[in-house]
T-cell receptor, first 115, second 112 residues
Framework: GAGVSQSPRYKVTKRGQDVALRCDPI?????LYWYRQALGQGPEFLTY????????KSGLPNDRFSAERPEGSISTLTIQRTEQRDSAMYRC?????????????FGSGTQLSVL | KQEVTQIPAALSVPEGENLVLNCSFT??????LQWFRQDPGKGLTSLLL???SQREQTSGRLNASLDKSSGRSTLYIAASQPGDSATYLC???????????WGAGTKLIIKP
């Protein structure tokens, strides 16, 4: 696609429910990143994929958070048993060919609100 | 541990002025530094990327400089316009590690 697409744009859920956030990167981008951003702060790294391989998940806060990218394109970030502290903007980014000197392209994000 | 600071947190200037946004970091062993723009309801847009071996990058009215030894980067915006109003964030990559370490941003308002 023309840009990084994230869905849903907004997600409101009740505490304890599971949520799945989707990211469709720019076609051909091999690297995909998930970040979380609280209001008034810079983004916080969650996880990184190179093609379908999850290279780093050190930023995932706990085992309720998981991510996958089974075919090396679309990625899903899943949060199980959501808690109010999970409320934030979740941002996906992609880059090509994947080196650290490549600019990142971010999607518009998913605003998650856990009630 | 690398820490990235952006001061001020907010800045308001009249249209047409030239301005400088500041970013400081504590560990000079960076791989690169990027400046991003964030608009409400939209994604983050990468404006300029400066590799550690470079001193500056330019794009249109924007010029970003990097001084690793002093742990500073500046984003210079010439002839500011109301459309430049946004939050500007700097982010650092360390030693080819792909993780970005972010500042909290400077919210810029350009008054018509």
């Amino acid at each position: 696609g023309a840009g990084v697409s994230q869905s849903p744009r907004y997600k409101v859920t009740k505490r304890g429910q599971d949520v799945a956030l989707r990211c469709d990167p720019i076609s051909g981008h091999v690297s995909l990143y998930w970040y979380r951003q609280a209001l008034g702060q810079g983004p916080e790294f969650l996880t990184y994929f190179n093609y379908e391989a999850q290279q780093d998940k050190s930023g995932l806060p706990n085992d309720r958070f998981s991510a996958e990218r089974p075919e090396g394109s679309i990625s899903t970030l899943t949060i199980q048993r959501t808690e109010q502290r999970d409320s934030a903007m979740y941002r996906c980014a992609s880059s090509s060919p994947g080196g650290a000197n490549e600019k990142l392209f971010f999607g518009s994000g998913t605003q998650l609100s856990v009630l | 541990k690398q820490e990235v600071t952006q001061i001020p947190a907010a800045l308001s200037v009249p249209e047409g002025e030239n301005l400088v946004l500041n970013c400081s970091f504590t560990d000079s062993a960076i791989y690169n530094l990027q400046w991003f723009r964030q608009d409400p309801g939209k994604g983050l847009t990468s404006l300029l990327l400066i590799q550690s071996s470079q001193r500056e990058q330019t794009s249109g009215r924007l010029n970003a400089s990097l001084d690793k030894s002093s742990g500073r980067s500046t984003l210079y915006i010439a002839a500011s316009q109301p459309g430049d109003s946004a939050t500007y964030l700097c982010a650092i990559t360390m030693d080819s590690n792909y993780q970005l370490i972010w500042g909290a941003g400077t919210k810029l308002i350009i008054k018509p």
